[in-house]
């Protein structure tokens, strides 16, 4: 019986023939490979600028770092993520706030974050969203939160790599991990239309140098030839990676309508699904989980929310039941195979599968 994983890669000939082109060549490292990949993807989403880096961690850091955040700032984000958005505010210095998630959309919650923002008055350097699943959220709702603080907005698009936006945030991060739209195997990249974010993001990637200068203290964050080979090649599939797992998820959702104990997740025509997660009711989704394992599907759960993480509980204070929505909804997720690779004989596998268990339940 096929394997199969909740999410997963496709590198086919063409991306392979890339990378290894680029092996043979003159640059291995800081070539015109990796300003070919940046051009392609500010071109692909319609922003000015997108600045590579070694991993989506570190672009949020870099992000971070360009919005000014330090020791006695805080940024406001959600506690539905994963927990690189809220450690890289951490890596400057300055504190994460969470808010609970709205169950309607999955995302931060703009009335308890803007709430939670007016307790730090003067504090708050940045509101950092994330769009969950791949959900299309509502910038200019956040925007108003950023504007009220004089607080830069970055969403956190890991989950959404697409061309579909109307509205940007000051800056957006990606994740180009293998379970992502596009994979470079490790890597990231901020986008912006702001020069002052673009030229501070370059310097922070690059040790703090500008003009072999050092201005302040940077890393060494860049991303290398050989990985922007493979992601400039997985671009030119990106839009048939996203039609993909968009009829995929049709699927999904048409296979377990009226399902029991089954609540589909938020649907909107400009989701890009990243995870196609469902909620499984009345405490049956640890069996839910262990009967799909037993026939070969590997679900997946996301998130723990962040602040009941025992680094962020011991050092904040976090406690359950402080984040009701977030907590609900990780104690009843599920994710299901999701990849363009995915054949839709496997999703009816694996819809038959949820379906037998449920009537296995009901007797
Ligand atoms: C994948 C991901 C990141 C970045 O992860 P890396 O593994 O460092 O590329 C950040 N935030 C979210 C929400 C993610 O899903």
């Known amino acids: ?24 060549g003159d640059w291995l490292t800081m070539g015109p490979t990796v300003e070919a990949f940046e051009k392609k993807l500010a071109e692909y989403v319609g922003m000015k600028y997108a600045i590579t880096f070694s991993s989506g961690t570190s672009a949020l850091h870099g992000a971070m770092n360009a919005a000014g955040l330090h ?4 940024a ?18 300055a504190v994460p706030l969470f808010a609970d998630i709205d169950p309607d959309t999955l995302c931060l919650d703009v009335k308890k ?12 350097k940045a509101i950092v969203p994330v769009s969950f699943a791949g959900y299309p959220l509502d910038i200019k709702s956040y925007r108003k939160i950023a504007n009220e603080n004089n607080a830069v907005l970055i969403e956190d698009a890991s989950h959404a790599l697409s061309r579909d936006r109307a509205e940007f945030a000051d800056m957006m991060t990606l994740s180009f991990h293998p379970v992502k739209h596009i994979t470079t195997a490790e890597g990231g990249a901020v986008l912006t239309n702001k020069d002052e974010y673009a030229e501070k993001l370059l310097r922070f ?19 290398s030839e050989i990985h922007c080979a493979l992601g400039l090649s997985q671009m030119n599939r990106l839009d048939e990676f996203i039609a993909r797992r968009r009829e995929l998820a049709a699927l999904y959702l048409e296979q377990l309508s009226g399902v029991e104990n089954i609540k589909l997740p938020p649907s909107d025509k400009k989701h890009v699904w990243h995870i196609f997660a469902l909620q499984v009711e009345n405490n049956l989704r640890d069996g839910l989980a262990e009967y799909l394992r037993n026939n070969g599907i590997n679900p997946m759960t996301h998130y723990k929310p962040v602040p009941l993480q025992p680094y962020y509980r011991e050092k ?21 195979p999701l990849y363009p690779l995915l054949e839709n004989n496997d999703v009816k596998r694996v819809t038959e599968c949820i379906k037998n268990f449920m009537i296995k339940e009901r007797i």
């Open 1 to 24: 019986m096929k394997k199969l994983s909740y999410g997963r890669q496709w590198v086919n000939d063409d991306d392979i023939a890339e990378v290894v082109r680029v092996l043979h």
């Open 71 to 74: 020791e006695g700032d805080y």
């Open 76 to 93: 406001v984000t959600t506690a539905l993520t994963f927990v690189a958005t809220s450690n890289s505010v951490l890596y400057t210095g």
């Open 113 to 124: 974050a803007e709430a939670l923002a007016k307790k730090y008055p003067g504090k708050i």
């Open 205 to 223: 990637r690059n040790h703090g140098t500008q003009q072999k200068e050092m201005i302040e203290l940077g890393y060494n964050y860049r991303l």
């Open 316 to 336: 904040f204070g976090y406690n359950s039941g402080d984040f009701p929505e977030a907590e609900k909804y990780y104690a009843q997720e599920i994710s299901l």
